[in-house]
């Protein structure tokens, strides 16, 4: 067993799903995996149950009843790993846009350079994204803007999606208190990790658009972010937080 996973929520990713496994595997670096797939019609848990028979001790599945949202299908695998001995866990999309070759960079900034969370980050240096249209470029770009003015988090990317979080970064910031699903999923595991005092690490990464298989992105979790983080800023100023050391 690794001390490192990566979770990966699916839904109808069978064009990526064994390509990007077999990359993670490719790294030096060993990394166990555990994909969290809503039940998806395209099966594309088969195909990792298929896998799993030459992987046997570093693939993991975990099978939900129906499609409950990216930030539910998280919590579900936070919660798998932290009940075994990992210290490092990571998110990471099926779908590429997330560079595997970048998960030791990630490793490296928690194992050696003292950080707690690592994130992949699209924003440190200009703006690291390709394939994008521009409207959605541009509407990333300001959200994570926008995420800051109203949090005064010290984060260039928020909604980044490609982390490595420390075991007791997750044990702290208590997985039953996380409200939302969508990108505010995101934002609000880093606002809590930065109220608890933990130390937040930005790597820069280069993001690629999906080529295979179609975008779960909708209005409703645009909309959720926007007015969400207002709530949550609002919230954190009636709450004390303890800070972890
Ligand atoms: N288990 C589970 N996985 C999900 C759900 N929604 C999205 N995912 C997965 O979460 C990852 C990110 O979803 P994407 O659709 O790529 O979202 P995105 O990256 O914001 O959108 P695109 O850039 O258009 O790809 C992918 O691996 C999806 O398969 C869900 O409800 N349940
Ligand atoms: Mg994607």
């Given amino acids: 067993m690794s001390d490192a996973i990566v979770v990966i929520p699916t839904y109808n990713e069978i064009e990526n799903i064994e390509a990007i496994i077999e990359a993670v595997f490719a790294q ?4 166990d995996v555990l994909v969290v797939d809503d039940n998806s019609p395209d099966g594309t848990h088969k195909k990792v149950q298929e896998l799993q ?4 001790s570093r693939l993991f599945l975990e099978v939900r009843n ?3 949202g990216l930030g539910t299908a998280y919590i579900h695998g936070f919660r798998w790993a932290l009940a075994r001995d990992y210290e490092y866990i990571f998110e990471m999309d099926a779908d590429f846009s997330h560079n595997p070759a970048d998960l030791e960079r990630l490793l490296a900034a928690c194992e050696n350079e003292g950080a707690d969370v690592a994130i992949g980050s699209r924003y440190v ?17 300001f959200a994570s803007k ?9 984060i260039h990317d928020t909604t ?11 044990e702290t ?25 933990f130390n937040i690490k930005e790597v ?8 295979k298989g179609v975008s779960k992105m909708d209005s409703s979790i645009f909309s959720e972010a926007f007015f969400g983080i207002i709530k949550m800023k609002i919230r954190s100023m009636f709450t004390k937080t303890k800070r972890h050391a």
Avoid: H
Avoid at 53 to 56: D, E, G, I, T
Avoid at 131 to 141: A, D, G, H, I, K
Avoid at 204 to 211: E, G, K, N
């Fill in 146 to 154: 926008y995420v800051r003015f109203i949090t005064r988090i010290p």
């Fill in 66 to 68: 129906a499609k409950t």
């Fill in 160 to 170: 980044a999606g490609f982390v490595c979080y420390r075991r007791k970064v997750l």
């Fill in 173 to 197: 910031i208590g997985l039953d208190n996380i409200r939302f699903v969508g990108y505010a999923f995101q934002i609000e595991l880093k606002f809590k990790a930065w109220k608890l005092g």
């Fill in 204 to 211: 820069s990464v280069i993001f690629t658009d999906r080529t």
């Fill in 125 to 141: 240096k200009g703006v690291n994204v390709v394939n994008w249209p521009m409207n959605r470029v541009l509407m990333s770009y």
């Fill in 53 to 56: 028979q030459k992987y046997s």
């Fill in 28 to 31: 030096k670096r060993a990394f």
